[in-house]
Nanobody, 120 residues
Framework: VQLQASGGGLVQPGGSLRLSCAAS????????MGWYRQAPGKQRELVAT???????NYANSVKGRFTISTNNAKNTVSLQMNALKPEDTAVYYC???????????????WGQGTQVTVSS
């Protein structure tokens, strides 16, 4: 299984970016997907998650600014980021809980990370 993230870049404060992540490989079902981020010198933290039924959860710091969504048919998860702040600067990682085949357990997979830099 591979998670391929894209969409990072440099944006000015107040700007927007959209991250996308596509899961491919041996996938029977996906229980949930999400985005995490890690800033220099800090631990990786949860940004947003979404379950297979569409329930979402956001870090307090991004509520009202970020929106997570999925396309279950395409095994993708996206993160629309608006009103970006310098403190949003980090490497963003996508995550998915994937069952590879019938009867297997859900395994946790990570994408390679994409850099988001918010700076004037």
């Amino acid at each position: 299984v591979q998670l391929q993230a894209s969409g990072g870049g440099l944006v000015q404060p107040g700007g927007s970016l959209r991250l996308s992540c596509a899961a491919s490989g041996s996938i029977f079902s996906i229980n949930g997907m999400g985005w995490y981020r890690q800033a220099p010198g800090k631990q990786r933290e949860l940004v947003a998650t979404i379950t297979s039924s569409g329930s979402t959860n956001y870090a307090n710091s991004v509520k009202g600014r970020f929106t997570i969504s999925t396309n279950n048919a395409k095994n993708t998860v996206s993160l629309q980021m608006n009103a970006l702040k310098p403190e949003d600067t980090a490497v963003y990682y996508c995550n998915a809980a994937i069952r590879n085949y019938v009867g297997s357990r859900y395994e946790n997979y990570w994408g390679q990370g994409t850099q988001v830099t918010v700076s004037s």
